[in-house]
């Protein structure tokens, strides 16, 4: 099946600051890659998602890459907000069965 | 619209006994997952129902099941719950599949299991 690794686990940055997170995948088949924030009690909410025909998408401060050769697709969050702070989580498949990652922690401090 | 609705909020059980969890799709959505995130990790894919079918099934064991009725609505059920059940419950809903469309998160259910 699917294995999905994120990367970093805590990532703390300064109001302004841009915030990347790391995420690769092993099927090859995977063609639709998510990216989720979650705050504190809540459910994840879909933040922007790419797919497996596209390189980069980008929306206002968020954009997502994808490099198929290498199986690995980053989130890049431009002029951070404190009310960025939340856990984010990548997801990718090839079949019904989606994988997530573990989590990003991002802290952005005032 | 209402988006993904869950209910209970949380719930308190003992080892032993059984659970049932709800939810309720976003409007216009025929497909319901549901997954087990536990504290510090990411959602663990549970099951997923289309056409009141469970069309694909996560590593869980069979004591976790569940149900999608004709108006898409779905329930999770747990029986002969264990401590290590404890976790939040998320429900999602989609059309079609997952991977094809958005797929969008109810709140969760945290089942706390003593």
């Known amino acids: 099946g699917e294995n999905v690794e994120q990367h970093p686990s805590t990532l703390s940055v300064q109001e302004g600051d841009s915030a990347v997170i790391k995420c690769t995948y092993s099927d090859s088949a995977s063609n639709y890659f998510p990216w989720y924030k979650q705050e504190l009690g809540k459910g994840p909410q879909l933040i922007i998602d790419?797919?497996?025909?596209?390189g980069e998408k980008k929306d206002q401060r968020i954009a997502v890459t994808l490099n198929k050769t290498a199986k690995h697709f980053s989130l890049h969050i431009t002029e951070t907000q404190p009310e960025d702070s939340a856990v984010y989580f990548c997801a990718g498949g090839g079949s019904y069965i989606p994988t997530f990652g573990r989590g990003t922690s991002l802290i952005v401090h005032p | 619209d209402a988006g993904v609705t869950q209910s209970p909020t949380h719930l308190i059980k003992t080892r032993g006994q059984q659970v049932t969890l709800r939810c309720s799709p976003k409007?216009?959505?025929?497909?319901v997952s549901w997954y087990q995130q536990a504290l510090g990790q990411g959602p663990q894919f549970i099951f997923q129902y289309y056409e009141e079918e469970e069309r694909q099934r996560g590593n869980f064991p069979d004591r976790f099941s569940g149900h999608q009725f004709p108006n898409y609505s779905s329930e999770l059920n747990v029986n002969a719950l264990l401590l290590g059940d404890s976790a939040l419950y998320l429900c999602?809903?989609?059309?079609?599949?997952?991977?094809?469309?958005?797929?969008?998160f109810g709140q969760g259910t945290r089942l706390t299991v003593v």
């Open positions: 790419i797919r497996s025909n596209v």
């Open positions: 999602a809903s989609s059309l079609e599949g997952f991977l094809n469309t958005e797929a969008f």
């Open positions: 409007s216009g959505h025929d497909t």
